[in-house]
């Protein structure tokens, strides 16, 4: 399915996950990467990008992941008006919230995060971030498709937390369902891309409370070297 003269971009924070590495076999003229490790074989070997997130100390990679998107918004010119940054500022601000929020989400047995359009690859990347570092049950979904199965899942243990906007009638069949539905609202691109800051605040906050091992999950690795 890959032309030769197609050009492709490899994502990794170390540069060194081998299912990527073992990409770089089909010698395409235009492989590129973005990477957070300069001297990384998989930097060594494309035209690459560095994006500068500093030293990643955590398994569950976050400041790479924000800088990735960033690299993306630059290079597509998706924010004229530089006003991303902005986004991800007034997320961190909102810190308290997102901590009071933990407290009252810690128990649950089961947590969906919804997104629909640019929003859903957000609620891939905190439900992931979320079963990494507090070891809930957790899953994401495309929004229209969450009443096609997942819904019979709900019940009293169960949080949907939404990244889709208008999401009313989903929020009235959960709590019908005497499930707990919590919408974090984003109407353009930019603000679906900054709420990986409240997913990524969400979970720390959670495996804080739950006194877990929060730079090093239990059964995972930096970066996964074999295949």
Known sequence: LIKEQAPIVFLSQSGETADILSCLDFKLPFMFSLTNNQYSYLAL???SINIHAGKEIAVASTKSFVNQIYCFILGLNLDPSNIFISLISEKIAQHEK???LALSSKNFKNIFFTGKNYSFFIAQES???????SYIPCESFYSTEFKHGPLALIDE???V???TYKEARSHHEIIT???TSILWEANTLLESLSLSIFGQLFAYEIALLKNLNIDKPRNLAKSVTVQ
Do not use: F, Q, Y
């Not at 439900?127 to 570092?133: H, N």
């Open 127 to 133: 439900s992931l971030k979320l079963k990494e570092l």
């Open 45 to 47: 070997n494309t035209e």
């Open 177 to 179: 369902r005497k499930g």
């Open 157 to 159: 243990d169960s949080l």
């Open 98 to 100: 997102i901590k009071s």
């Open 161 to 163: 937390i939404s990244l």
